[in-house]
């Protein structure tokens, strides 16, 4: 074992020039986006109070193949090509035959996958002459990576930060403001979807739909003067995402091996996609045939136990239509969950993905997902996020099934971030605080009787 290769980099030259953009090659094509108000499809000039024209442009784009800015390209170069690992250690510690390989995109300086979307954003709004950028975080990554690439690019930066993430992540806060943003607990009376919810519930924990309602707001409003961004979801968002997967598709071939399953984390579906769309477009054009498994918690399920139906992106109604597996615009999980990936719907691509039968998904609980992210630590070294632990935990599956059959199976984790900010879910699980409570069906049966009537 000790003269094995562990790690596969690549030079800078090999950044990839250009995103891939599915849309070119999906057997058919997404569902029309709806407006919110009349049901009638939207064109690019509904979006553009919230996004600059090229964005808006890639988002609807049928062109394969998107040139990446040079100004980007620069920026990239911070922390890209990110590195190929295999996972010796781990494969040992299994006792299987598969072989582990696992992408690495924590070590980006905003600590997981966003940043390689935020910087493009900021970039082709800086070009469009807009002063700043609204936003939502969660847990705080996207926070943390869109008050970056701001930062580089000179725009002002407002987060909403939902409210209980912002009192149990307080180092969060402090990073993304340390990068000149302005953190803003959600929900706010600053704004009027805010003070709506907060009328209804003084002590509202806040979620992503809200505190998404509020940067929306804000942006919408203030008369061109800021647009709003978004960490994932959009197509524009996957297909920035997927120079992951571009980079991987060399180290594998420089490890001498190809995957037969790519395992990867799913919130709204964006790093998922970003390591496994081009290898999708080997499986859709070159007759490759290697699984792809989306992995999501239980305690929030929305391809595994959500309708594929149209739904708001946020809250209070105030996003575009989009046909999506959802679990309903006013779904919360529950308060027992604590590793992330929360948002109640999934990015159109990967759910008419998972319709078209070439992408798999599995639910996988939080106790199973922990342990997953201690065995993968103490082998590998790294901590994991809570959310890339979904794919770990995925990956291990995979792993102990190849011991079972006796097969050598090559398996791609995207490991899509550190969990360096998430020690007090980490020190919940340690302390034996964390359980899988049932979560009854009546709750998702609920919260699926929103669901606008198209
Ligand atoms: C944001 C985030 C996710 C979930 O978002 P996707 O769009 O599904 O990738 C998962 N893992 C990490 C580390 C994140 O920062």
Same mark, same amino acid.
Request: hydrophobic share 40%; aromatic share 8%.
């Given at each position: 074992?000790?003269?094995?290769? /562990?790690?596969?980099?690549?030079?800078?030259?090999?950044?990839?020039?250009?995103?891939?953009?599915?849309? @070119?090659?999906?057997?058919?094509?997404?569902?029309?986006?709806?407006?919110?108000?009349?049901?009638?499809?939207?064109? &690019?000039?509904?979006?553009?109070?919230?996004?600059?024209?090229?964005?808006?442009?890639?988002?609807?784009?049928?062109?394969?193949?998107?040139? =990446?800015?040079?100004?980007?390209?620069?920026?990239?170069?911070?922390?890209?090509?990110? $590195?190929?690992? #295999?996972?010796? #250690?781990?494969?040992?510690?299994?006792?299987?035959?598969?072989?582990?390989?696992?992408?690495?995109?924590?070590?980006?300086?905003?600590?997981? *996958?966003?940043?390689? %979307?935020?910087?493009?954003?900021?970039?082709?709004?800086?070009?469009?002459?807009?002063?700043?950028?609204?936003?939502?975080?969660?847990?705080?990554?996207?926070?943390?990576?869109?008050?970056?690439?701001?930062?580089?690019?000179?725009?002002?930066?407002?987060?909403?930060?939902?409210?209980?993430?912002?009192?149990?992540?307080?180092?969060?806060?402090?990073?993304? #403001?340390?990068?000149?943003?302005?953190?803003?607990?959600? $929900?706010?009376? !600053? %704004?009027?979807?805010? #003070?709506?919810?907060?009328?209804?519930?003084?002590?509202?924990?806040?979620?992503?739909? =809200?505190?998404?309602?509020?940067?929306?707001?804000?942006?919408?409003?203030?008369?061109?003067?800021?647009?709003?961004?978004?960490?994932?979801?959009?197509?524009?968002?996957? !297909?920035?995402?997927?120079?992951?997967?571009?980079?991987?598709?060399?180290?594998?071939?420089?490890?001498?091996?190809?995957?037969?399953?790519? /395992?990867?984390?799913?919130?709204?579906?964006?790093?998922?996609?970003?390591?496994?769309?081009?290898?999708?477009?080997?499986?859709?054009?070159?007759?490759?045939?290697?699984?792809?498994?989306?992995?999501?918690? @239980?305690?929030?399920?929305?391809? %595994?136990?959500?309708?594929?139906?149209?739904?708001?992106?946020?809250?209070?109604?105030?996003?575009?239509? /989009?046909?999506?597996?959802?679990?309903?615009?006013?779904?919360?999980?529950?308060?027992?969950?604590?590793?992330?990936?929360?948002?109640?719907?999934?990015?159109?691509?990967?759910?008419?993905?998972?319709?078209?039968?070439?992408?798999?998904?599995?639910?996988?609980?939080?106790?199973?997902?922990?342990?997953?992210?201690?065995?993968?630590?103490?082998?590998?070294?790294?901590?994991?996020? &809570?959310?890339?632990?979904?794919?770990?935990?995925?990956?291990?599956?995979?792993?102990?099934?190849?011991?079972?059959?006796?097969?050598?199976?090559?398996?791609?984790?995207?490991?899509?971030? *550190?969990?360096?900010?998430?020690?007090?879910?980490?020190?919940?699980?340690?302390?034996?605080?964390?359980?899988?409570?049932?979560? $009854?069906?009546?709750?998702?049966?609920?919260?699926?009787?929103?669901? $606008?009537?198209?």
């Amino acid at each position: 074992m000790s003269d094995e290769t /562990v790690r596969f980099d690549l030079p800078q030259t090999d950044i990839p020039h250009q995103w891939y953009n599915i849309q @070119a090659d999906l057997p058919r094509p997404l569902p029309t986006v709806l407006h919110p108000g009349t049901h009638q499809p939207i064109g &690019p000039d509904d979006l553009a109070p919230l996004f600059p024209m090229d964005l808006i442009m890639q988002e609807v784009s049928q062109d394969r193949y998107i040139d =990446i800015p040079d100004e980007v390209r620069e920026i990239y170069k911070l922390w890209r090509p990110t $590195p190929l690992l #295999r996972a010796r #250690r781990l494969e040992k510690a299994l006792d299987t035959p598969a072989h582990i390989y696992y992408k690495y995109e924590g070590i980006s300086p905003s600590g997981s *996958h966003k940043l390689n %979307t935020a910087v493009p954003q900021a970039y082709y709004n800086k070009k469009a002459g807009v002063q700043g950028l609204t936003t939502e975080t969660g847990a705080g990554q996207w926070g943390t990576a869109l008050s970056q690439a701001c930062n580089f690019f000179g725009l002002e930066c407002f987060v909403y930060m939902v409210k209980v993430s912002y009192q149990q992540k307080p180092y969060r806060a402090a990073m993304i #403001r340390t990068f000149g943003a302005q953190v803003t607990a959600s $929900p706010s009376d !600053t %704004t009027h979807a805010g #003070r709506g919810i907060l009328a209804q519930d003084p002590n509202s924990p806040g979620s992503l739909g =809200i505190a998404i309602s509020e940067a929306v707001e804000v942006a919408a409003t203030s008369g061109g003067k800021y647009k709003y961004a978004l960490g994932s979801v959009l197509n524009h968002v996957l !297909t920035h995402q997927t120079v992951i997967g571009e980079e991987a598709l060399k180290q594998m071939d420089l490890a001498g091996e190809y995957p037969d399953v790519i /395992v990867a984390p799913t919130g709204g579906g964006s790093n998922f996609a970003g390591i496994s769309l081009p290898f999708i477009r080997h499986n859709l054009k070159d007759g490759k045939r290697t699984r792809i498994l989306a992995v999501e918690p @239980a305690a929030c399920p929305s391809l %595994t136990k959500g309708v594929y139906a149209y739904d708001f992106g946020d809250t209070s109604g105030m996003t575009p239509l /989009v046909k999506m597996h959802t679990l309903g615009h006013t779904f919360v999980p529950p308060p027992f969950h604590a590793g992330g990936l929360r948002y109640h719907g999934m990015a159109s691509i990967v759910c008419e993905l998972y319709d078209q039968g070439l992408i798999e998904a599995q639910a996988i609980p939080q106790l199973e997902t922990f342990a997953a992210a201690l065995t993968f630590a103490k082998a590998e070294g790294i901590v994991p996020a &809570p959310e890339a632990a979904h794919g770990i935990a995925g990956a291990i599956r995979e792993a102990l099934a190849a011991k079972e059959s006796g097969e050598k199976r090559v398996i791609l984790i995207n490991l899509c971030g *550190h969990g360096h900010f998430d020690m007090s879910a980490y020190t919940a699980y340690l302390d034996g605080n964390l359980n899988d409570l049932e979560y $009854p069906d009546e709750v998702f049966q609920e919260a699926l009787t929103h669901l $606008p009537q198209i």
